[in-house]
């Protein structure tokens, strides 16, 4: 599938095409259209014109990126020291468990992506898991199926 | 002209000259990898660590990044130094094990057991085909991608590179790759044979049978040996 | 700020003075009440924009929209209390509100001026309500220079911070100081980066200044990678205009041009303040050229991260904003002298700057008056993990960690035991128990074997693996090095494997030499911070918690009970006679009840006592309690024996030669009896000796019948005897035959499990007198049919299950007319079983607590009453719990005709009087190897209550089980070696699984006892077991632990 790239040029124009904005031309452009299409890199690397693998490099360097497109639906669960002495891991092995993929992967649907996330800065309130911007405090293995069933009825 | 003291001897750099090339002129032997003097510095292998200040201050850096410095206290193998060369050594071995330059490297600084899980990547990610590729060819066709353990050199999206012009360069300029070792215990992580190869393949041809002359031949003379034999040739460390 | 005022940007210093008394007199003379809403990304996450939202529904209705100040301000701190407001001027703290109690608020404490109670905070120790935010125990030791301000102003409002006279510090620094004079003032005061190396600030800005460039840059590093870290989120989503302004002045200082404030992106709520507070200052000109007529041109962006926690390093931090990849360079040059594009940079932390603006408002000397001689000012530190009051703490360098801990923190959850603390993130260690006491500072953290780091403080309890915790960094750290340096990126790579082959128990001593050989030189060799700190956490949990990673290596166990494919299921894990309750329940829960049965006798030979008595250690421990209900373990067991019983399915007693050699064994209660039933089965010869008339220890002599019913009793002992044990009864050794004499029979070891049945006196006045029986001699008299004399009013001193049970007892005799427990400390502290307790006080036992016997009153040789001291609770003792300490003059008499003492048992060891050499305690207990359970004369072992004390009977099942292990070593080989396996289930038995619906309905079983009538005229058994249906059920609810290690999801697999 080919993503309609005709929104990149405009993102590129906004920062005049400098070299020093990469990181965050690809930052608007991963905010657009959920990850990094392959010929909107190329396209980055001619108009800013770095080389594709420098391109490359940075954009498979920063976890804020995804050359693979993600899911509709996003569930992050936060593994910081804090959520991970609570009881965070568990959480996630129940979320692996129960959509069938690993974190950093993708459901084949493409319905799920379940990322992990090194630390949200809501210690407090954890184990955290944000659900598509919703933060979702004090997770037990029980609420995982709470909050993926209304989004699994959802399309 | 810049004044330090390496190994307790007073020496003089010129303006712009690394601890390396310090060390190197003045015949002071620094083992290196990722180095090479037609390519730009990386300082990744970590092998030409040398020791700089002295006590509680004294630390570990890349003789081939550091800027000599003047008054600049140096020693090229100290304790700590030797102790972080080895490991390095097998942390090499354990994942690039038939390379014949790291396993020569471990013979000469005697590293004798890789105590980690073997990976046969062959490859170290010492960035020399990257450099090569970038400032020798002017490719740019391969480059460093991801990072942490996940890290790796390949072409941008894994694809066949259209900056790619068949060159050859990078499989030349690798360490890992390049000479590979067929000495009798290849199979195992460190063997230190060829170090001690007894009949040596000059024993049996008019010439060098290393990989980088003649392609499939190095390590023959001894499989020839020992099937004429039927014994050992090379004796292990 | 309102958006539809025309802002003017102010052009002269004194226009910015001006503005600012102009706001500050405002702040000064407004009366309405101010309600001041946390709303932080956290306060968010628990409601906290409902809650506002409700507020300004609540106040719409009541009309008073002209009347009271509603602020949405950044995090207040105390995260434990979110959603919190504070209410101005009073200052009345309300926490945890749901968004229905804004109309009560508004209604009764702003209309009314009434304090309402329930959303008060409590403080957990005393039980007292504070009002205010200074009476709060996790305010009360907190200096919060820094962040004090956040509830005071709304951070998208550039009024409210001059309100509060913010920016006053720029007007003082570009009036009347020259850039030199500022940095002497920082110099001066101390200030050390607060990012986490602590350099000093103002030297580094010297450095800069003396720089000679056109273009120099400063950079606000707010990266915050440190997972469990969060103040600088939170400084900048609550007061930007801080931050702002401290920047605003180092550029002065410096002579920078540019800057830039470098966010995490995983903060959204900080990016869109901060870029809010910018435009707002821009508009003003605070930023831009000429600022305030002065010359001076500054101005300042945000820069995103993209996620990299390497790039809270300042070169890798530097590279990501020219674009490039986060990869460090060496050092030097210093960014101070080459940074930024090549230009002079000075790089702070968040919390550096915000520091600025009050050195320069109040003085070097007075930010110097804080702290300790090294480490000047206050450190934000995030307390986090497992602790009572979550939150952002800000105290003065110097404060112990146990202040910060236990005064400030309110101390573990579930009074759990404190482990350790971990500081500084990933680059720090873990701080034991035994250095609570270090004041925090730099240096204290670093000798320590810690680091300061960005201030991000864990707490763990006992329930945390230290082995697990390096595991945890060591794989955040293999992931987030940039990858460049072999020595970092293969190294942390190949200590997470050595460290992950440890939590799966199969670690080696030689790993552990491995590990720190690896960690030095991953230490020495790595170019930057990241890779020259990663191993702390492994060499700082290796320093302090060594036997940790022993006990993972060499005895295959996780004492914190984490590392899955340690633990397997944590019932069979902890269990000490290895029963497999995950395998028995997964057989229940198939209907396979004949097979459950054989797996309960397989490592049980007193299943039908167990299924009574048993403490059930396997309950306490069962994951589907966390946070729920654990399974009803022992009901089940319960269940089984019974249906088997009915069944009429008797146990297949192999009957083995018994071709081995003699061992004797002095005591037939719980450990005699297991020893000999494991012997025997491995064809030595047993002979049991015990002094009482019947065999079974303990169980027959002091647990009642209404616990225990003796025909079940007997038939696990006739079980055991039909392997081809001989029992002799009232055989006393030391009375009747010597340990040389059995030596001499031609036995070649000896078992001691005599038990701890001799009741301790009380020691007071009176104990001689007629009407004082001891518990024990109380309930043996009773189990045995024997005549007692019963009468009255009958007190009982003490706390544990003796106690209960001769209370129980009691209180089944006709001739009694009231039962009186009397213990010196609360119910939290008693030892009896919890479900013994319910059951004596639903039996009418009356329990006294805080209550101890001065003297016991006699008259005519008869007791006729008891004087009592009231008992208050004092320090924690060497058991841990809190001493009692006796009242002064609360003395009071009691009433009673009977004084049973049950203050704890004593083993009786007087047959060992003769046998000079054996070890032995003050506390009469026999002295044994832990693990081979031999005494210190060859082929003389010993196990059970006379080793430990009065403990419990699986425990001494268990030694006698383990006991017979090691003796058949010693007497066949001489030698005992020890071996140790993980443990695994002996099948595989497929999961039974409940549907979503039946999951979120099922409860834990609740047994039935019989009627209060039958209970109190009979010994009857009082508890009834389970119905099939009830048992399916709860077998079903399991969460069958036992299938999350490697080797049980490779097996499942194979056989699906």
């Given at each position: 599938m080919e993503a309609n790239l005709s929104l990149v040029p405009a993102i590129i124009d906004k920062y005049k095409a400098q070299k020093k904005a990469l990181i965050a031309i690809l930052q608007e452009i991963q905010e657009t259209y959920n990850y990094l299409p392959e010929e909107a890199l190329r396209l980055v690397s001619k108009k800013l014109g770095i080389p594709l693998i420098d391109v490359v490099s940075v954009a498979t360097f920063y976890r804020a990126f995804s050359l693979k497109p993600k899911g509709r639906h996003q569930i992050t669960v936060c593994l910081g020291t804090a959520c991970h002495v609570r009881g965070g891991p568990k959480v996630l092995e129940e979320f692996e468990r129960k959509l069938g993929i690993k974190a950093g992967e993708t459901t084949p649907d493409k319905k799920f992506t379940l990322e992990t996330v090194n630390?949200?800065?809501?210690?407090?309130?954890?184990p955290v898991v944000v659900a598509d911007g919703n933060y979702h405090a004090h997770m037990t293995i029980r609420k995982v199926s709470r909050i993926l069933k209304p989004l699994s009825k959802r399309e | 002209m810049i004044r330090l003291i390496m190994n307790g001897l007073e020496v003089q750099a010129e303006e712009g000259w690394t601890l390396l090339q310090t060390a190197r002129f003045y015949g002071l032997e620094i083992p290196t990898l990722c180095y090479h003097e037609g390519l730009s510095v990386f300082g990744g292998c970590r092998l030409c660590l040398v020791e700089i200040g002295e006590g509680s201050k004294a630390r570990l850096v890349t003789s081939c990044t550091y800027p000599a410095e003047e008054g600049l206290i140096v020693h090229t193998d100290t304790k700590r130094v030797i102790a972080a060369r080895r490991m390095m050594i097998e942390l090499m071995l354990s994942v690039a094990p038939n390379s014949k330059t790291i396993q020569d490297l471990a013979s000469k600084f005697g590293v004798t057991q890789v105590r980690f899980k073997i990976r046969n990547e062959e490859c170290i990610l010492c960035g020399l085909c990257v450099r090569m590729c970038a400032e020798q060819m002017d490719g740019r066709a391969i480059g460093f991608q991801n990072r942490g353990y996940r890290r790796k050199i390949s072409t941008p999206f894994d694809l066949r590179s259209e900056e790619c012009r068949l060159c050859g360069g990078c499989i030349y300029i690798c360490p890992a790759c390049q000479l590979r070792c067929q000495g009798p215990e290849a199979e195992t992580a460190v063997c230190n044979a060829c170090l001690t190869l007894d009949p040596t393949c000059l024993d049996y041809y008019n010439e060098l049978q290393c990989w980088m002359y003649?392609?499939?031949?190095?390590g023959t003379c001894v499989r020839e040996a020992r099937e004429k034999k039927n014994t050992s040739a090379a004796s292990k460390l | 700020m309102n958006p539809r005022k025309r802002v003017k940007k102010l052009r002269r210093l004194s226009e910015l003075e001006d503005l600012i008394n102009k706001e500050k007199e405002k702040r000064e003379k407004e009366t309405r009440p101010i309600i001041s809403i946390s709303s932080g990304t956290c306060g968010r996450a628990r409601g906290s924009e409902k809650l506002t939202e409700a507020f300004k529904k609540a106040i719409r209705q009541e009309n008073l929209q002209d009347k009271i100040i509603l602020k949405s301000t950044g995090c207040h701190g105390f995260c434990e209390a979110e959603p919190n407001v504070i209410i101005y001027p009073e200052g009345i703290f309300y926490q945890k509100l749901a968004p229905k109690n804004a109309q009560e608020i508004i209604q009764r404490t702003i209309l009314k001026g009434e304090i309402i109670d329930s959303f008060l905070y409590v403080d957990p120790t005393n039980g007292q309500k504070a009002i205010r935010e200074g009476e709060i125990s996790f305010y009360r030791k907190q200096r919060r220079i820094v962040l004090g301000a956040n509830p005071l102003i709304d951070p998208l409002d550039i009024y409210d911070y001059f309100s509060i006279g913010g920016y006053s510090s720029l007007l003082k620094t570009l009036s009347s100081l020259s850039p030199e004079e500022v940095i002497e003032t920082i110099k001066k005061s101390g200030l050390r980066g607060r990012g986490g190396a602590g350099f000093p600030t103002g030297k580094k800005w010297e450095f800069a200044r003396a720089q000679k460039s056109e273009l120099k840059y400063i950079i606000c590093n707010a990266d915050e990678g440190d997972p469990g870290a969060y103040m600088d989120r939170s400084l900048l989503e609550g007061n930007p205009h801080r931050v702002i302004e401290g920047m605003i002045i180092g550029a002065y200082a410096i002579g920078a041009s540019e800057g830039y404030i470098y966010v995490r992106d995983e903060y959204p709520l900080a990016v869109a303040n901060v870029s809010i507070a910018l435009e707002q200052a821009r508009k003003l000109g605070l930023l831009g050229e000429n600022i305030l007529g002065t010359g001076f041109n500054f101005d300042l962006h945000i820069a995103k991260g993209a996620g990299a926690f390497v790039c809270g390093e300042e070169t890798a931090l530097i590279a990501s904003i020219e674009g490039r990849v986060g990869e460090p360079r060496q050092r030097p040059p210093y960014p101070a002298v080459?940074?930024?594009?090549?230009k002079p940079t000075v790089i702070n932390n968040v919390e550096t700057w915000g520091n600025v603006p009050i050195i320069l408002e109040k003085g070097a000397d007075w930010f110097a008056s804080i702290g300790t001689n090294g480490s000047k000012g206050t450190k934000i530190f995030s307390l986090v993990g497992k602790i009572n009051n979550t939150g952002l703490v800000e105290v003065p360098m110097g404060i112990t960690l146990r202040e910060i801990i236990f005064d400030i923190g309110g101390g573990i959850p579930q009074s759990r035991k404190f482990k350790a603390v971990q500081t500084g993130g990933p680059s720090g260690g873990c701080l034991p128990e035994k250095l609570i006491d270090l004041p925090i500072d730099y240096e204290s953290l670093t000798q320590a074997g810690s680091i300061m780091g960005s201030g991000g403080m864990i707490v763990m309890d006992d329930r945390t693996c230290m082995v697990d915790v390096a595991r945890y960094f060591l794989n955040f750290l293999r992931d987030e090095s940039c990858g460049k340096c072999l020595s970092c990126r293969e190294g942390t790579q190949r200590l997470w494997e050595i460290v992950t082959e440890i939590t799966k128990g199969k670690g080696t001593m030689d790993h552990l030499a491995l590990l720190e050989e690896l960690a030095m030189a991953v230490k020495d060799a790595s170019l930057c911070g990241l890779g020259q700190t990663a191993p702390n956490p492994v060499l700082s949990t290796l320093r302090y918690f060594r036997d940790e990673y022993e006990a993972h290596i060499k005895y295959k166990k996780c004492p914190a009970l984490v590392c899955k494919d340690i633990i397997s299921s944590p019932c069979h894990y902890i269990c000490p006679i290895d029963q497999e309750a995950s395998t028995y329940i997964a057989l229940i829960a198939q209907g396979r009840f004949e097979e459950a049965y054989n797996v309960i006798l397989k490592d049980n030979p007193l299943p039908s006592v167990c299924s009574r008595v048993c403490h059930h250690p396997c309950e306490s421990v069962c994951r589907a309690g966390e946070g729920g209900e654990p399974i009803a373990i022992r009901a089940l067991k319960r269940f089984v024996i019974d249906w088997a019983r009915e069944h009429n399915i008797q146990p297949n007693i192999p009957s083995t030669e018994k071709s081995r050699e003699r061992v004797a064994i002095i005591g037939a209660g719980p450990a005699g009896l297991t020893a000999g039933y494991y012997l025997s089965l491995r064809g030595f010869q047993v002979t049991i000796f015990d002094s009482l008339p019947q065999p079974g220890g303990w169980l027959i002599k002091g647990i009642p019948k209404h616990r225990l019913p003796r025909e079940l009793l007997q038939r696990d002992i006739d079980n055991i005897i039909k392997t081809g044990i001989e029992i002799r009864t009232n055989a006393t050794l030391g009375r009747d035959f010597s340990l040389a004499d059995l030596f001499n029979q031609g036995f070649k070891a000896i078992f001691l499990a005599t038990g701890a049945h001799r009741s301790i006196k009380l020691g007071i006045p009176g104990e001689e007198a007629e009407g004082v029986i001891q518990a024990t001699e109380l309930l043996k008299k009773i189990n045995f049919g024997e005549k007692v004399e019963l009468r009255g009013k009958i007190a009982i001193i003490g706390g544990g299950n003796a106690a209960i049970d001769a209370a129980r007892v009691a209180i089944r005799n006709e001739n009694c007319q009231k039962v009186i427990i009397l213990y010196r400390r609360t119910i939290n502290e008693m030892p009896a079983f919890k479900e013994e307790i319910e059951s004596a006080l639903e039996e009418g036992v009356e329990i006294q607590f805080l209550t101890a016997p001065k003297r016991i009153i006699v008259k005519e040789g008869k007791v006729i009453g008891l004087e009592c001291l009231r008992m208050k609770l004092g320090e924690p003792d060497s058991s841990g719990r809190r001493r009692p300490i006796p009242i002064e003059g609360s003395e009071f008499i009691v009433d009673v005709n009977m004084v049973i003492p049950a203050i704890g048992e004593r083993p009786d060891i007087s047959y060992l009087q003769n046998v000079d050499r054996i070890q032995v305690t003050k506390e009469e207990t026999i002295v044994v190897d832990r693990e081979s359970f031999m005494t210190n004369l060859p082929g003389v072992f010993a196990g059970g209550d006379v080793v430990t004390g009065p403990a419990t009977v699986v425990e001494a099942m268990a030694a006698g089980k383990k006991a017979a292990k090691t003796i058949e070593e010693y007497v066949s080989t001489g030698k005992i070696k020890m071996e140790y396996k993980l443990k695994r289930p002996s099948i595989w038995v497929e999961q039974v699984k409940l549907s979503e619906d039946e999951l979120e309905k099922a409860r834990r079983p609740k047994l039935t006892k019989i009627s209060m009538k039958l209970r109190k005229s009979s010994f009857k058994e009082v508890e009834q077991g389970l119905s099939e249906n009830q048992a399916i059920l709860e077998a079903k609810r399991c969460l069958r632990c036992d299938l999350e290690t490697e080797e049980a999801k490779m097996a499942m697999r194979r056989e699906k």
């Open positions: 630390c949200l800065g809501c210690c407090a309130i954890g | 003649d392609a499939g031949r190095c | 080459k940074g930024l594009w090549g």
